[in-house]
């Protein structure tokens, strides 16, 4: 694994005209999640959450507007963001197929899953196909070591898995 060096300082951040909060998702959040927390940043997660779902992504102009929403700076909200490997700043394909690599699934063979999977696509770990169907990640630990070795395919947690059976569930989609 490598560094890469980003312009961060220097790099552009592309805005849309239309705001991802809209005035009906505002509204939305403001009576369905607001009232849930003792205070307004406890609802930042399933922001997040419902962001990451339209948008397959948290794009940083969407962070800047939920820290407006919410009363808190954007840097914590991308501190969120850059917390968990379940949020994105670019966007995923339409499926997302991760990998567990956590100790368990290390020792019942997950690397032999993952080049499979890795070779199948055509693509390397973090990585999405050209056509923008599949991204497929390699995360920490899904926290199902009953079922080493695992993944998530979209939402679905699937395992145990030989190399061949994690190929054919992503040959399912679509």
């Known amino acids: 694994m490598s560094w890469t060096v980003k312009p961060s300082r220097t790099q552009e951040i592309t805005k849309r005209t239309e705001p991802y909060l809209s005035d009906e998702a505002k509204a939305k959040y403001e009576k369905d999640l607001?009232?849930?927390?003792?205070?307004?940043?406890?609802?930042?997660?399933?922001?997040?959450?419902?962001?990451?779902?339209?948008?397959?992504?948290?794009?940083?102009?969407?962070?800047?507007?939920?820290a407006q929403f919410l009363n808190i700076t954007p840097g914590e909200v991308l501190d969120t963001v850059s917390f968990y490997e379940e949020f994105h700043v670019e966007p995923v394909g339409r499926h997302v197929v991760a990998v567990c690599q956590s100790?368990?699934?290390?020792?019942?063979?997950?690397?032999?899953?993952?080049?499979?999977?890795?070779?199948?696509?055509?693509?390397?770990?973090?990585?999405?196909?050209?056509?923008?169907?599949v991204t497929l990640l390699a995360l920490e630990c899904l926290g199902a070591c009953e079922k080493a070795p695992c993944m998530l395919r979209n939402d679905e947690l699937i395992g145990p898995l030989t190399p061949d059976q994690a190929a054919r569930l992503v040959d399912e989609l679509e």
């Open 34 to 66: 607001i009232p849930r927390y003792p205070e307004r940043r406890g609802a930042l997660l399933p922001i997040l959450h419902d962001l990451q779902h339209h948008e397959r992504c948290v794009p940083h102009q969407a962070m800047v507007e939920v």
């Open 103 to 133: 100790v368990a699934c290390e020792a019942c063979g997950h690397a032999a899953v993952l080049d499979h999977l890795k070779d199948k696509l055509g693509i390397d770990e973090h990585e999405t196909t050209a056509d923008g169907k």
